[in-house]
């Protein structure tokens, strides 16, 4: 029972950490709007730290069971697929979200970082290295560096030109995904 309480007290304050960013919410703000008592939350966290490590957690948790799902053979249309997934989660985001895991969750934060690492490094860089193997992608492509360039960070690319508050998600596929894998496409592919 415990641990279900706990399961839902981190999905109820992850929605409210994307919106206003971890510092701003006290643990008397979360006891207030999710009906609990503080004694409640500390039986269930140590601190504000592990509560914010536990939605970190629990946010990439979410997300990877969400593309597990993506059951596509071409590589391409999967990396497409689940990069549509990552806008998505994005889009829910604020900024401050990121802002003040950086500035006062140091453990949340290398956390974040780390799943970033995992999905570029378990996912997204297999799938670029198998489209390359079966001849979609230029072989003198550095899949790392195109990487690093083009998908690293993606969240910060639309968020320093408000990009949800002028477009929808499919124009961020488009312009951040599919334009960009299909400059390094060999010439004569003409769909993934």
């Not at 960013?21 to 004694?39: C, H, L, Q, R, Y």
């Amino acid at each position: 029972m415990e641990e279900t309480k706990k399961k839902e007290l981190v999905q109820l304050t992850l929605e409210y950490f994307l919106k206003y960013g971890s510092k701003n919410i006290t643990m008397d703000d979360i006891a207030s709007e999710f009906g609990v008592s503080k004694k409640t939350i500390y039986t269930l966290f140590k601190n504000k730290d592990e509560l914010v490590q536990d939605c970190i957690s629990f946010l990439w948790d979410d997300f990877m069971h969400d593309i597990e799902g993506i059951q596509l053979v071409n590589p391409l249309d999967k990396l497409i697929k689940i990069y549509e997934k990552v806008i998505e989660k994005i889009s829910y985001m604020k900024p401050v979200f990121i802002f003040t895991l950086n500035k006062y969750h140091k453990a949340a934060s290398d956390g974040y970082e780390l799943h970033k690492q995992l999905f570029r490094d378990q996912v997204i860089l297999p799938l670029l290295k198998q489209a390359q193997t079966e001849g979609k992608i230029r072989e003198n492509i550095d899949l790392q560096l195109f990487y690093d360039v083009n998908f690293n960070d993606i969240n910060e690319k639309l968020w320093q030109v408000n990009f949800f508050e002028k477009y929808d998600s499919k124009i961020a596929v488009e312009y951040l995904i599919i334009q960009r894998l299909q400059g390094i496409l060999k010439t004569n592919i003409t769909s993934f």
